[in-house]
């Protein structure tokens, strides 16, 4: 598997441990709002593992960033200045950039399956 794919994807990983504690911290402060979607947790970062769940965590993460994208937009809510919702959005916002790095590798390796890397 493409060295970039494996780095950029343990990235995500990391970073996904990350989002689900910044869920929970920001659904317990706000227990009263939805709290944040889940994000699966990759088990590895392997070719079986992209080729199997990546489009559905991708889904999961653009529900992801509509939901904080709602939040920043509503003016006045108190989420947006408390440090539960700077830490969540902050994640997501790394989980994006990962996300949009690994479909750039896998859009320009194309041709080049994850499993025969």
Not at 13 to 30: K, P, V
Not at 67 to 79: C, D, F, H, I
């Amino acid at each position: 598997m493409n060295p970039r794919l494996v780095n950029l994807l343990a990235s995500f990983i990391r970073g996904s441990s990350d989002y689900a504690l910044a869920r929970l911290e920001f659904a317990m402060r706000f227990d009263r709002r939805p709290a944040p979607p889940l994000l699966d947790l990759l088990p590895d970062a392997s070719a079986a593992t992209l080729n199997e769940r990546w489009e559905t965590v991708e889904t999961q993460l653009a529900a992801i960033v509509v939901y904080v994208k709602q939040l920043e937009t509503a003016s006045g809510t108190e989420e947006r200045a408390d440090p539960a919702f700077r830490w969540l959005r902050r994640t997501v916002r790394e989980l994006d950039q990962y996300a949009r790095a690994l479909r750039w590798v896998l859009t320009v390796h194309g041709s080049d399956r994850p499993e025969e890397r």
